[in-house]
């Protein structure tokens, strides 16, 4: 027996009830999207203030600025604290990730985890295993599992990564992004003539106009 579902009471208010809920009215799916920031100081020092000039120019884009107060001095206790922040926001909304140096490492294995729609690094720490080996003690990552896990350049993202690469980095070897760029489609790169977490001559300000475009470009939905 089929029943007509506009005529019969029961299903006349499951309607009415479903058209109510939050989550089944169209706003819903185009909530204002979260951008995580993370901020740098090679996972020993910094902290969430540091992206205050960040999260405000990115909030006058129309986006909502979370700073991440990850643990520092472990690197595995601020993966956790970061991990914690990405997922607690639900599958319903577009989320992203900024980040600065070390920030820019997390948030390039975000993207890598498929934990965010997209992210972008400045100057970002994505290889463990070179240059930085011997500095991981200071950050609690001495062993070769350890420095590959969270060299996010060494595997393929199953989201999308954006780089900003000065070319005069003396922190950070050019290299690592750019090699990861070049072997993987869903990794791109921009170089420019700078040091270390130094901004294009664009400025700071353009840079994360930028980032926000590419959000949008690359994940917006």
């Known amino acids: ?14 309607l009415l009830v479903l058209a109510f809920l939050p989550w089944a009215t169209p706003g819903a799916a185009r909530a ?25 120019l990115f909030e006058r884009l129309g986006y909502r600025a979370v700073s991440i107060d990850y643990t520092r001095g472990n ?5 956790r604290d ?10 319903r909304r577009r989320v992203y990730a900024f980040g600065v140096s070390a920030g820019g490492g997390y948030a390039a294995k975000l993207a890598e985890r498929g934990m965010v729609d997209a992210a972008f690094g400045s100057s970002p720490l994505v ?21 590959r896990r969270f060299s996010p350049a060494l595997r393929n993202p199953r989201n999308p990564f ?13 290299a690592d992004a750019l090699g990861w760029a070049g072997r993987e489609a869903r990794v791109t790169a ?6 270390h977490t130094m901004p294009t001559p664009a400025g700071h300000s353009s840079d994360v106009g930028d980032a926000a475009d590419w959000f949008e470009r690359r994940a917006g939905r």
């Open 82 to 91: 970061v991990k914690a922040a990405a997922g607690s926001y639900g599958p």
């Open 190 to 195: 921009t170089t420019y003539h700078g040091e």
């Open 127 to 147: 290889d463990l295993t070179g240059k930085w080996a011997p500095i991981g003690a200071y950050f609690r990552c001495t062993t070769r599992h350890c420095r």
């Open 32 to 56: 204002t999207p979260v951008v995580l920031t993370m901020h740098g100081g090679g996972y020993v020092l910094g902290s969430a203030d540091d992206m205050k000039a960040t999260n405000a």
């Open 75 to 79: 690197i595995s206790a601020g993966w």
């Open 162 to 174: 954006r780089a900003l690469i000065p070319l005069e980095d003396s922190y950070v070897d050019p």
């Open 1 to 14: 027996m089929t029943v007509g579902i506009a005529r019969h009471p029961r299903w006349t208010l499951l």
